[in-house]
């Protein structure tokens, strides 16, 4: 899709249609929801970029996994250049998700996050 903000709620809406096919709570649904926005926003910002972002979703047992490529290219297309991926960032994405990264090499960006569902009674 292309790197625009406006698009990030299609990526929200499909975690958040996946994890509800895995099962998750409403509460671990919105979760995945604040992740996906989180680490979405740190490949193309608030104002959106140049290039476009591929969003790669895997449905396992218990839990979500996305993998996020940013093809960015020009000035700042590192993740270590975005505000969005400060330490409050960093801090949120660990509250509500059980594995995040992000990281940029051979001209890319990309993230990865988990979360499990929550073991049921």
Avoid: W
């Amino acid at each position: 899709m292309p790197a625009t903000p406006q698009l990030m709620r299609v990526a929200r809406l499909t975690a958040a249609g996946l994890a509800s096919r895995l099962g998750f709570s409403f509460d671990e649904i919105e979760d995945v929801k604040i992740a996906v926005d989180e680490l979405c926003f740190a490949l193309v910002g608030t104002r959106g970029r140049e290039g476009s972002l591929t969003l790669v979703y895997r449905l396992e047992a218990d839990r979500l996994v996305i993998e996020g490529t940013g093809e960015l290219p020009g000035p700042g297309a590192g993740a270590e250049a975005n505000p969005a991926t400060t330490e409050l960032s960093s801090r949120i994405l660990s509250a509500v998700v059980d594995e995040h990264q992000v990281d940029s090499r051979d001209g890319a960006t990309r993230f990865r996050l988990a979360k499990r569902r929550a073991a049921t009674a």
